[in-house]
């Protein structure tokens, strides 16, 4: 689908949530005044910018709606705006030496996308597309490189924000080499659990994205049925609990242990 088809609207309703406050249900922070609430990752760019300069960057741009599998941004073309992520997941894709679509990464709510192309002037170098509903700002680079001058506190957290995004990028594809699949998806949990899960009193960590097992097995590099089975073992195991748009990590510790564990057999290589 083209980014034409999204449904639009102008502006968007102000982050009305000051940073750090509680989130119901352990959900993401949520923010705007009157209707329904838009809900952002722990962890993303939304969740550490400070009230005011949140509040800044959501009043910027149109605010738009995209079906499942509708594109925001596609590969090669020109860097001609952002996106802040009010609500749903994206997947990022980028087309491999030998026209494979390969996962990159995942992106929830709260979280900025397209903003490399527009900061160094580039083409863009992946395709980022809607896994489900999604609710997003589309912001022009003049109003965002405005923000990021005026706003010197936010400035630092989108540059945060991309470093990470390039440090995780860079420990994924040397840490997946010659892994078995366990192993892989392991790392893949714990680290989308220390980006945006959300540590509860009783020391579980819940992660809320809507991922499916195609998407996780993509990032891990493993097929959908091996992730059913592995999630399986898991939660036998007592290492986490799944359920509708949530991944509740029971055992931290165990899920970290797990990312260096070496399978007694091979039952659960691929």
């Not at 802040?84 to 494979?100: F, I, N």
């Not at 997946?176 to 893949?188: E, F, P, S, V």
Request: aromatic share 2%.
């Amino acid at each position: 689908m083209s980014p034409g088809r999204s449904r639009t609207s102008r502006g968007a309703p102000s982050a009305g949530a000051p940073r750090g406050a509680p989130a119901s249900a352990g959900r993401g922070r949520s923010g705007g005044s009157g209707g329904e609430q838009p809900r952002w990752a722990a962890g993303s760019l939304l969740d550490t910018l400070d009230g005011e300069d949140r509040d800044v960057l959501l009043r910027l741009g149109t605010r738009r709606t995209y079906e499942d599998q509708e594109t925001l941004i596609l590969e090669g073309a020109p860097g001609d705006s952002v996106f802040v992520l009010l609500d749903g997941v994206v997947v990022v894709t980028g087309v491999t030496d030998r026209l494979a679509t390969a996962l990159l990464a995942i992106r929830p709510a709260g979280e900025l996308v397209g903003e490399m192309a527009v900061l160094d002037g580039s083409a863009r170098t992946a395709t980022v597309t809607a896994a489900g509903p999604v609710t997003a700002l589309r912001i022009s680079p003049t109003s965002f490189i405005g923000v990021l001058h005026g706003h010197p506190a936010a400035q630092l957290q989108v540059l945060r924000s991309v470093v990470r995004k390039l440090r995780t990028a860079t420990r994924r594809r040397v840490e997946t080499k010659g892994c078995d699949a366990r192993r892989r998806l392991a790392r893949i949990l714990d680290e989308l659990a220390k980006e945006y899960g959300v540590r509860r009193p009783d020391g579980t960590v819940l992660l809320e994205l809507t991922l499916s097992q195609r998407s996780l097995g993509g990032l891990a590099t493993v097929g959908a049925s091996t992730v059913e089975r592995l999630l399986a073992s898991l939660r036998r195991e007592g290492v986490l609990e799944t359920g509708y748009r949530r991944l509740l990590v029971l055992d931290p510790a165990r899920l970290s242990a797990l990312c260096a564990y070496d399978p007694p057999d091979d039952s659960a290589r691929e």
